[in-house]
């Protein structure tokens, strides 16, 4: 069971803007760690979305931003186009666990 | 271009041992840590383990500890995964990643990845 909590699924129309919450504790981001999110397609690999809480990779298009506050950080996507449904992932680092990586339990997109 | 091609996955039975390559190609491989990620059929992400650009610090989850060995060999550019002792649910795409890695200061952030093998765990 990941230590980082997102919510299952979220949905939204075409245009519109949806967050994704990713919840952690004192041992993770409320230790200030940084926080990274990823897309995974269907039957793809994961892309990196976000990294470093708040900053794109070159390609990835500014409707997604990232931001951290506190135990918690989140994803938005404005302007929700059919081809951002997917699945998105945060990470970051324990400080509890021994190897330190850590996922969150991922949240489906569904464009309606 | 940034490329890791992984491969060795396949199916073997609970207590049989695999070993996973990741082939890269595309940039200084011998300057970024790179890891092992699984993904369990319909399931999210599991970080699986991590080696430092000279092997020198290695990490594991727990759930793997002991019975995987995560290495490289520079020279050949190339990332390996021993898996020993396998069980039914170790079976999952496995994915090399690199970890974003500039000057020598690590992000934690995984900018590539391969296209994964997957590994069947069962009698």
């Known amino acids: 069971q990941s230590v980082l909590t997102q919510p299952p699924s979220v949905s939204g129309a075409p245009g519109q803007r949806v967050t994704i919450s990713c919840t952690g504790s004192?041992?993770?981001?409320?230790?200030?760690?940084?926080v990274h999110w990823y897309q995974q397609l269907p039957g793809t690999a994961p892309k990196l979305l976000i990294y470093g809480n708040s900053n794109r990779p070159s390609g990835v298009p500014d409707r997604f931003s990232g931001s951290k506050s506190g135990t918690s950080a989140s994803l938005a996507i404005t302007g929700l186009q059919a081809e951002d449904e997917a699945d998105y992932y945060c990470q970051s680092y324990d400080s509890s666990l021994s190897g330190s990586n850590v996922f969150g339990t991922g949240t489906k997109v569904t464009v309606l | 271009e940034v490329q890791l091609v992984e491969s060795g996955g396949g199916l073997v039975k609970p207590g049989g041992s695999l070993r996973l390559s990741c082939a890269a190609s595309g940039f200084t491989f011998s300057s970024y840590s790179m890891n092992w990620v699984r993904q369990a059929p319909g399931k999210g992400l599991e970080w699986v383990s991590s080696?430092?650009?000279?092997?020198?610090?290695?990490y594991y989850a727990d759930s793997v500890k002991g019975r995987f060995t995560i290495s490289r060999d520079n020279a050949k550019n190339s990332l390996y995964l021993q898996m020993n002792s396998l069980r039914a649910e170790d079976t999952a795409v496995y994915y090399c990643?690199?970890?974003?890695?500039?000057?020598?200061?690590?992000?934690?952030?995984?900018?590539?990845w391969g296209q994964g093998t997957l590994v069947t765990v069962s009698s």
């Open positions: 080696i430092s650009s000279s092997s020198s610090y290695i």
């Open positions: 990643a690199r970890e974003d890695c500039t000057n020598g200061v690590c992000l934690g952030s995984f900018d590539y």
């Open positions: 004192s041992s993770n981001i409320g230790a200030g760690y940084d």
